[in-house]
């Protein structure tokens, strides 16, 4: 539109200036070398207009005629240029459906219109990929290193060739030296990161963390949480030989992440143990708040040295007032009052949770309580009994492995801050939990009736559990079934255990290994005639935590409804 008014006006112009010219005539005489040329002014105009308008095309001829060949060239040029790109463009489509052989093709077509376009060597490499030919596929990423242009590229290529075939620590090179090349480059800094937590190079994976921050590579808001997952990994590491280190690491990890249970734990111990119990409290207090969890409780209970088990009792009163609403609060309470003896308020603290949040853990405590406070063995077992059918416990589970510590790293994938204190989204499936609730019915004969009938007419044995017995047994804070899977296997989801039903009295001979983990097992040392047959399912374990190493428990005294009775302390079977 711009060009027709452009247009329009210049012969308005042009029509009015000869009409002003046709209006005022004029004659025009030129005298030189002997001729006398006389005119008008308007055929002047109009002559010179002409000759100016011949020049400029016998010029424009003139130049069209020089600039031929080059014109020439520059079309087929464009053509091959042309042909290339449709080449390209085809070949990607090809290389993205899966096409081998249409991508081939069109990467050699494009090789030949296009030798060096860097697109080229990329549909080329994709399509020797998509071949199968890994050979060539190095060889042409290999070959882009040699050009600043497609450096970048080749090292992506070989990167993703190297994590492919299982070649990390090339993988690894290839992903630093992408990073070095070009600090601003995600795929690398983030690459290098993950695999240098999975590789438990926390020292590496700071620095490749901070670098990333600097150039804006990796989202800010979980910056701060995976540095104090790597602080906290440097001070778990150091927490054995070098306390300053760890202290130092621990603290710093706690502040960037106050609910972090693992900095607070190793801080609130390595204080503790200098006689800092105040800075050491606070510490754990700040992450209790946030996140409960029993190795706080733990760590807070025993954070100032020599204290008896009433004064432990005290602190953790103290502990349980701040998040009185988490689950952990009144078993750590009464986990501490069983330890102080005074079982009607450990029995205080359990009773909210008896009706609807009863868990492994609760039910255990509620039969340790029994077996301390009564001795009475068929409340015992009928809390032993619960426990097998209860809800589970919080523990630290990732990617469908339950480990007994927090990790900083999956052990399936390397991801890290993976491991997470909640309640695991699978268990035993139906068939072992009908095998542990078997178990647990074979423990529960133990001391049946016909054991109390004998007990009427004869002394006990060295072989005849007591009620204290039954206190060592269930001497712990939870009961966990033993995991059936290994770090890696596929997860099995979860089924609830069928109740328990108490079956015909055997006689049966406990066996208890006293370890860090103690198993519990049960087998029959005789089969009466009336007992039932021996079930043919495989053993099951039941792990039990063991009591602090300065914590007398439940052998400080007697209780004093029971008889005391020659006992020795069990032996692990042969």
Known sequence: MVRLVAYLLSILLIASGLAWLADRPGTLQIAWQGYDIETSVFRAVVILAAAIAAAIFLWSIGRAIWNSPAALGNRIVRRRQKRGLEALSSGMIAVGAGDR???????????????????????????????????????????????????????????????????????????????????????????????????????????????????GTIDKSGIDRKRAVLLAAQAQDAEENETDKALTLALEAHNLAPDLVPAACVAGRILASRGNTAKAAKVLQKTWARSPHPDIATAYAYARVGDSTRDRLERVRQLAAINPQSIESPIALATTAVEARLFDEARSALEPLLANRLTQRVATLMARIEAGDTGDKGKVREWLARAANAARDPVWFADG??????????????????????????????????????????????????????????????????????????????????????????????????????????????????????????????????????????????????????????????????????????????
Not at 134 to 160: D, H, K, N, V
Not at 178 to 205: H, I, R, Y
Request: glycine letters at 4%; hydrophobic letters at 40%.
């Open 101 to 215: 052989v249409l991508a081939t093709r069109y990467a050699l077509q494009a090789r030949k219109a296009l030798p060096h376009e860097p697109l080229t060597h990329l549909l080329r490499a994709q399509a020797a990929q998509l071949a199968g030919d890994r050979a060539t596929t190095r060889r042409i990423y290999e070959a882009m290193l040699a050009s600043p242009e497609t450096e970048q590229l080749g090292l992506r290529g070989l990167y993703l060739e190297a994590e492919r075939e299982g070649e990390t620590e090339a993988a690894l090179q290839f992903a630093d030296r992408a990073l070095k090349t070009n600090p601003k480059l995600g795929w690398s800094a983030e690459s290098l990161f993950q695999m240098q937590c999975k590789q438990k190079e926390w020292a590496a994976a700071l620095e490749t963390l901070s670098l990333a921050k600097r150039n």
């Open 401 to 574: 492995v339950i480990s007994s510590r927090w990790e900083p790293t999956s052990p399936v994938d390397g991801r890290l801050d993976a491991f997470q204190w909640r309640v695991p989204a699978e268990a035993l499936d139906k068939t072992s939990a009908d095998l542990v609730a078997t178990r647990i019915e074979e423990l529960l004969a133990i001391g049946g009736p016909a054991d109390d009938a004998s007990d009427e007419n004869a002394t006990a044995s060295d072989d005849q559990p007591s009620p204290r017995d039954y206190a060592d047994i269930i001497d712990a804070e939870a009961v966990t079934v033993a995991p059936t899977r290994s770090p890696g296997s596929a997860a099995q989801p979860l089924t609830p255990a069928p109740a328990a039903t108490a079956p015909e009295p055997v006689a049966v001979q406990p066996v208890v290994t006293t370890s860090p983990a103690v198993a519990v097992k049960t087998e029959p040392a005789a089969k009466p005639a009336a007992a039932p047959q021996p079930f043919a399912k495989p053993e099951a374990k039941i792990f039990v935590a063991p009591r602090a190493p300065d914590d007398p428990g439940l052998e400080q005294a007697e209780p004093d409804n029971v008889s005391p009775l020659p006992r020795r302390p069990y032996r692990a079977a042969n």
